[in-house]
């Protein structure tokens, strides 16, 4: 039998209860934004943009919008105080897109104040015209520099090459053995490989991890790859400007010696030569050179270029992305105005140099399309005839562009026919 009082006490712990799951909500709420604040954080320092949407800021659990923005805020200007970022002498920049709709965005990148990291700069783009306006006409050709484009479905995508992304870690563990492996099992599809660069190309063509990173100097197919794509998340059309001593031809000793890291010895590594600091630079290269693992990597150079010789600068090893211009094999290279980042070492093959640390650093632009533009702007790169069939020039992809356009014009009929009832409807509203 309840009692008053026993009614009060069972009152008394609901409510204690009901405070606990709010202290609780508010918690997580708070945690959201703090991990939030932690990640923008690390790529900031990593120089990395990093992208929040409102939808992340505005919904929560019991905090309410205006409370969520403000501790946002406060997290900010704490993480713009952060020992880390103040020694690296980086401040965090930000760019805003539809700043109070739930379909907007804040960019945030860095901003170094050294002349030894890639700057980095941001826009956001609405439809190709503004694009073509923003990389085109509003950018000078500058001297001595060379300009290439990257789409990335996902603004989130990291500049790796497959062979160091870490889902294929047991490939890059044995790189050299699955490649030997391909090449002599399937010789067909290498009947016309020349050279290291050229065995590399093909692996990359038919989808196996390499050392090679997809770019072209058509703004119009990066931003076109950006787009084309089933990825939930805001599109990164990168405009990378690197000095022209990155860009070599198929032909160059130095994107030979690359090239063959890949089919060099899995444990091959520089860092304990790297250490030595006491030899003059002559000797440092003479001694460098009469190492073992060196002159089997110059044997491989020699089965390309037998004259080579073995005169090998460590530099070239340690720390080099260069940007290939590859022989035309694949018709695909040519529609899409391609060419290759070829990746060195950084140390040993297990590491990677990155482009955003590269020295003398570039100059990156990450143009952002929001996620729901995707389609328009599709849409409008057809009227150009930038498709599908004419980006990849198979007749895989010709028929599946084909295909979807047989849909589309379905679907757009089918909304016609509606559109055209709702009006007759309404006309015999007013008769």
């Known amino acids: 039998m309840f009692t ?11 409510e204690n209860e009901y405070y606990k799951e709010m202290a609780s909500d508010a918690e997580e709420d708070f945690r959201k934004l703090e991990v939030l604040a932690n990640e923008c954080c690390e790529s900031m320092l990593d120089n990395k943009i990093y992208i ?25 200007e704490l993480l713009r105080h952060e020992e880390d970022i103040l020694n690296c002498q980086v401040y965090v920049k930000e760019k805003n897109y539809n700043e109070p709709d739930i379909k907007g965005f804040t960019v945030f990148y860095p901003q170094y104040e050294r002349n030894d990291i890639s700057s980095i700069k941001v826009e956001i783009i609405e ?7 923003k990389v085109i006409y509003n950018e000078k050709e500058l001297k001595n520099k060379k300009t290439f484009y990257r789409g990335h479905g996902d603004w989130r995508y990291d500049l790796l090459p497959g062979i160091y992304r870490p889902q294929n870690e047991h490939i890059l563990l044995n790189e050299s053995e699955y490649i030997k492996e391909i090449i002599s099992s399937y010789p067909q599809y290498f009947m016309e490989c020349k050279t290291a660069l050229d ?13 090679l990173l997809d770019f072209s100097e058509n703004p119009l197919i990066a931003l076109y790859m950006a787009c084309n794509n089933d990825s939930q998340n805001h599109a990164d059309t990168m405009k990378i400007t690197v000095p022209k001593e990155y860009f070599k031809y198929y032909d160059s000793d130095t994107v030979s010696i690359l090239a063959n890291i890949a089919f060099a010895e899995d444990d091959f590594s520089i860092k304990d030569f790297n250490d030595i600091h006491h030899f003059e630079e002559s000797l440092n290269i003479e001694e460098f050179n009469r190492r073992t693992d060196v002159t089997k990597l110059v044997h491989l150079i020699r089965n390309e270029k037998p004259a ?6 460590p530099k070239h090893l340690n720390g080099d992305i260069l940007f290939v211009k590859p022989r035309r094999v694949f018709d695909r290279i040519s529609h899409q105005s391609g060419l290759f980042a070829l990746f060195g070492i950084s140390g040993s093959k297990k590491d990677m140099p990155k482009i955003e640390y590269l020295s003398p ?18 849409e409008e790169l ?11 020039c198979d007749m895989e992809h010709v028929a599946k562009h084909y295909i979807n356009k047989a849909k589309n014009k379905e679907i757009e009929k089918i909304i016609e026919e509606n559109e055209k009832k709702e009006r007759e409807f309404s006309k015999s509203l007013f008769k």
């Open 127 to 133: 439809s190709v015209s503004e694009f073509i306006e």
């Open 4 to 14: 008053e009082r026993k009614a009060e006490e069972m009152l008394q712990e609901q």
């Open 382 to 392: 057809s009227r150009i005839n930038i498709t599908e069939a004419n980006v990849y």
């Open 361 to 378: 650093p570039c100059d990156i632009t990450h143009y952002i399309i929001p996620l729901y533009l995707k389609r328009k702007i599709l």
């Open 199 to 211: 065995y590399l190309s093909v692996l990359q063509h038919n989808g196996f991890p390499t050392r």
């Open 308 to 313: 080579f010789k073995q005169a090998i600068d």
């Open 52 to 76: 929040v949407d409102n939808e992340k800021i505005f919904e929560t659990n019991i905090i309410g919008k205006d409370l969520s923005i403000g501790k946002f805020g406060e997290l900010l």
